[in-house]
């Protein structure tokens, strides 16, 4: 993506910031996107609490969370000469995808609902790269730099900063019309726009439903998230052996976790995207865990084209779907998909389907 150097350039005295604003809201709407805000590139109290964060160690293999220095906590140093973030939001929840109830089938596998459709850094990237064009085509040239989940960037913070909601005590970012269920990318500007206003309140109150719901007492406190026992990092991040004691309480989550969502009062409000791209494909919010642990890699690449999901491989992918068929009714198509395994080539999958197997009393080594 095409990005201007920020740095040293004097902006026309002749453009309304003010109407910009405005023009720049009603573009990003036919864009797809269902709200923008605008903030000054500062994080507040956050920065700390990142400090704070990384000194506990809580995020496990996560190196990149810690490096980068303070570019991660001041925009202006990764991009040079940002005067405003432009923070965008869509909504990604499927219609009709009854996943709440997938999690007491035992013989389902669970995928985070974000993940059921395409990628969608690729698709908020492109739209946030219209959107870019499209201020070009009202005032000429001006500096910015788009990102989607990538490069050091407190997107949760920046998008609190910008009105579009309040950390959770779940550490999600929570809107009071849309719930969690949305996706965020920002674009940093040269734009001396006008700031929105931050929520001046939090709206949890007493709530410690998401605290309570967390399978793997990930939660130490409140907004503190211990990544190194949270599904989500477990399955995704993680690279090697799941530790034995967070197997069981994991079920058949096999790509991320949702249950500090689903019990959010705040997602009642959540809205259903009409976005075809987060539609599910290949039957992930239907397959059960034997009929994904069933995919060779080839069938894994095919399927995951375009996905997030791919990014862990085939090898974790199985190793997720072990532990869950551990977890599993101890069925014939279960058993029969775990001993079909049981001789992988990889030592981190055998270890898996090892450890399922015994849940079910069978030894790894038996017939």
Known sequence: MQSLNLSNRTMPESIDYHDLAEQIRSL????????LGISAPHIGEHEQHLAQWLDAGYHGEMEWMASHGSKRTQPAELVPGTQRVISVRMDYLPGDSAMTQRLSERDAAYVSRYALGRDYHKLIRRRLQKLADAIQALIGPFGYRAFVD?????ERALAAGSGLG????????????????FFLGELYTDLP????????????GNCTACLERCPTQAFVGDKVLDARRCISYLTIELKGAIP????????????GCDDCQLVCPWNRFAKATDEPDFSPRHRLDQASLAELFSWDEATFLANTEGSPIRRIGHERWLRNLAVGLGNANSSIPVLEALKARRNHPSELVREHVAWALQQHGISAAAD
Request: hydrophobic fraction near 40%; include cysteine; proline fraction near 8%.
């Open 166 to 181: 309040w950390i959770g005590k779940n550490s999600m970012l929570i809107n009071r019309k849309a719930g969690s269920y």
């Open 150 to 154: 990538s490069a050091p960037v407190m």
């Open 28 to 35: 990003a709407n036919q864009l797809g996107f269902q709200q």
């Open 244 to 255: 034995t004691d967070l197997r069981a309480p994991m079920g058949n989550r096999v790509f």
């Open 193 to 204: 726009l006008p700031v929105d206003a931050p929520q001046q309140s939090e709206h949890c």
